[in-house]
């Protein structure tokens, strides 16, 4: 006489497997999200010819093309910018200012940005652009 096994029933998916994809998802999109703030106002940034890859850390200035002003996506007045700036200058003597200005803002609102920058004490400006999309000059 043989005697057989009963048949196991089916076990349903384990539930391990989802919950890897979702975390591999969650690290996925934390890294390639952008931690920078946003300026409260547009600014689209000239397109340049060459350029390198925006360096990270530090403070974001945004001028609009109507020459208003945001640091770390906060609108923010002249005065009280020089203020923050040597404040931050004084916490951190290497701060990094990126300039994001609109591509229709005014050279004559920017030039003295950096000269004022430079007049705090801060040494390393970059100026945020857009690069050119491939087939144009």
Known sequence: MKL???????????????????????????????????????????QALSGQDLPAGGATLSLSAAGDLALDGNSIDRDALAKTLRQRLAQNADLRLRINAHKD????????????????????????????????P
């Open 105 to 136: 803002a005014e050279v004559r609102s920017l030039l003295p940005l950096i000269a004022e920058a430079e007049e705090i004490g801060l040494r390393d400006i970059v100026l945020v652009v857009t690069p050119a999309a491939s087939g144009t």
């Open 4 to 46: 057989r096994r009963p048949a196991r029933g089916s076990q349903g998916e384990p539930i391990t497997a989802l919950i890897d994809v979702v975390f591999f998802l969650l690290v996925f999109f934390m890294l390639i999200g952008r931690m920078d703030a946003t300026a409260p106002f547009d600014v689209s940034p000239p």
